[in-house]
Every structure is written in structure tokens, then in C-alpha cells.
């Protein structure tokens, strides 16, 4: 029964890092895009829920009826004003830019709310939990945070494939020149694209906020989780990042069983190991 523990464990981890790597894998999957800020952009979703809650009185989830719109406000105009100046056949200009704004992010946080830890409270959901059978007992937060990463990928799915919007994204994915010659505004659609990414990303940074303390340093440590989970899962791939991100979290606490120590160190192995066996990810993506 212990192995079975360890196992819905690391699957419920594994939610975590899906939910931090969607929006990394949306960015490139579409503008092939590699986002250095992405796990900034995570923290400061955390910090802003947190000056939410400090100035309304509201919890973390209502927090979001603010945090979605604004993030995906930012997102737009980010992509429109700054990141398709930079896109082009050249990875480097984007990831330039995104490292500057991570360092921007973080020294601002610093300012504003000095190097202190915070974390949001969201009562007695943090820690309650249900058996399953004797010795088998599973968090009700962390399947929370499993069904919301699931239930983001299912809606993105059914956005690119059954919308007029997803066909024009998969086309710009696919060929961005040839779609541009078919009419479509291929820097709005990236611009929506960010927007929706920043979307996932409000999401996940309110989630993470609420599972454990952050800081505004810690958001490289989140960003190399994302990427680990899009690599292993396939580049691009919306359902491979899932995949990825149950991946990593199984390795994670089979090496936390074995060691504690080992338990980081473990996620890291595996991504190396994809990255030997197979370097185009579990699941690439497919291009239609």
C-alpha cells in the first residue's frame, strides 16, 4: 500500500508541474517562443493575488475573477507592444527579452515586498483529505489543482480544435507566412496567445500560492519544473506537457521514497534521460 501512496503522490505532484508548464507549452507550441520569465510571471501571479486579498478581504480563488482578466490583459499587450518586434527565425531576440523582464519582475517584487516568504491561506481545504482504503489517503487541494490542470487542457483542446479562433492558431503554428497570405492577423493571434498563456499562468501562480510559501526569487526554480515537464512531454505537445508533469512528479517522489534528499534530484535524471533516449520529447507535437 506504500508504493500505492507514493504513486497517487506523485501523480498529484505531477498536476502541479502540468498546470506551471502549460503556459510555457502554449507560447512555443504556437510562436515558438521560449519564455525565460515564465516562472516570474507565476510568482508575481502569487504576489498580485496576494495584494488582492490584502486590500479586499477576498480569498485566493475569488482573487482570480481580478487575476484572470488583468494577466490576460497583460499578456496582449506584452506580446503586441514588446515580443513581435522579436520573433522572427532567430530563437535568441525572444529569450533576451524574457530574461530581462524575469530580472525585471524579480527586483520589482524585491522592492515591493522585500525577500520575505508569503503564502495564501485558503483554510481547512489545504489540509483535508479522504481515504480511499486503509492507508491510502488523498489531499483534496492537490486533486483540486490535478482536475484544474486536466480541465485547462481539455478546454485549450476544444479551443483549437472545434473554434474558428483554434484553426486560425494552428495555422500560424503550422506556417505563420502561408497563414498570413490567407488573411489572418498572425500578430494578433500571438498576441491572443500570450493573453491566454498569462491566463494559465494567473491560474497556476494563485494555486501555487495557496500550496506552499513563495518568494520573489523562487520563480527559476518554478520555470525549470515547467520546462522539465515540457521537454519530457514533447515541445508543443498541450497533452504531452501533462504526460511530462505526471512523469516528473512520479520520478520526484520515488526519489523522495527513497531518499529525501534524492527526491529533486530524481526529476532532474529523468529529464536528462528523455533527453538522451528521445530529445523530441514522449509526445511531440504533430503538426495538422
Do not use: C
Not at 498576441?191 to 501562480?205: N, R, Y
Amino acid at each position: 500500500m506504500e508504493i500505492v501512496q507514493i504513486l497517487v503522490q506523485g501523480i498529484l505532484l505531477g498536476g502541479v508541474y502540468t498546470l506551471f508548464a502549460v503556459g510555457l507549452s502554449l507560447m512555443f507550441g504556437i510562436m515558438r517562443l521560449v519564455n525565460i520569465a515564465h516562472g516570474d510571471l507565476i510568482v508575481l501571479a502569487g504576489f498580485f493575488s496576494y495584494s488582492i486579498i490584502q486590500m479586499t478581504g477576498l480569498g485566493p480563488l475569488v482573487s482570480l475573477v481580478i487575476v484572470v482578466p488583468a494577466f490576460f490583459a497583460f499578456g496582449y499587450v506584452l506580446q503586441a507592444g514588446i515580443l513581435n518586434r522579436t520573433l522572427g527565425d532567430d530563437l535568441l531576440p525572444p529569450m533576451i527579452v524574457t530574461f530581462g523582464l524575469a530580472i525585471i519582475i524579480q527586483n520589482a517584487l524585491l522592492e515591493g515586498y522585500s525577500a520575505d516568504s508569503r503564502k495564501l491561506s485558503l483554510g481547512e481545504v489545504e489540509t483535508a483529505s479522504f481515504a480511499l482504503s486503509e492507508g491510502l489517503a488523498v489531499g483534496v487541494f492537490p486533486l483540486i489543482i490535478l482536475a484544474v490542470a486536466v480541465g485547462t487542457i481539455v478546454a485549450l483542446q476544444t479551443l483549437f480544435y472545434r473554434t474558428r479562433l483554434g484553426r486560425e492558431f494552428r495555422a500560424t503554428s503550422d506556417d505563420p507566412a502561408a497563414a498570413q497570405m490567407m488573411g489572418i492577423d498572425t500578430k494578433r493571434i500571438f498576441a491572443i496567445s500570450t493573453g491566454i498563456a498569462l491566463v494559465v499562468i494567473g491560474i497556476a501562480g494563485v494555486l501555487m500560492a495557496v500550496r506552499t510559501t513563495f518568494e520573489p526569487l523562487s520563480g527559476p526554480t518554478r520555470l525549470l519544473f515547467a520546462f522539465e515537464a515540457v521537454i519530457i512531454g514533447g515541445l508543443g505537445s498541450i497533452w504531452g506537457t501533462l504526460f511530462g508533469g505526471i512523469a516528473l512528479g512520479l520520478a520526484q517522489a520515488i526519489g523522495g521514497a527513497i531518499d529525501p534528499q534524492f527526491q529533486i534530484l530524481a526529476g532532474h535524471l529523468l529529464f536528462l534521460l528523455v533527453l538522451v533516449i528521445r530529445p523530441q520529447g514522449l509526445f511531440p507535437k504533430v503538426s495538422h
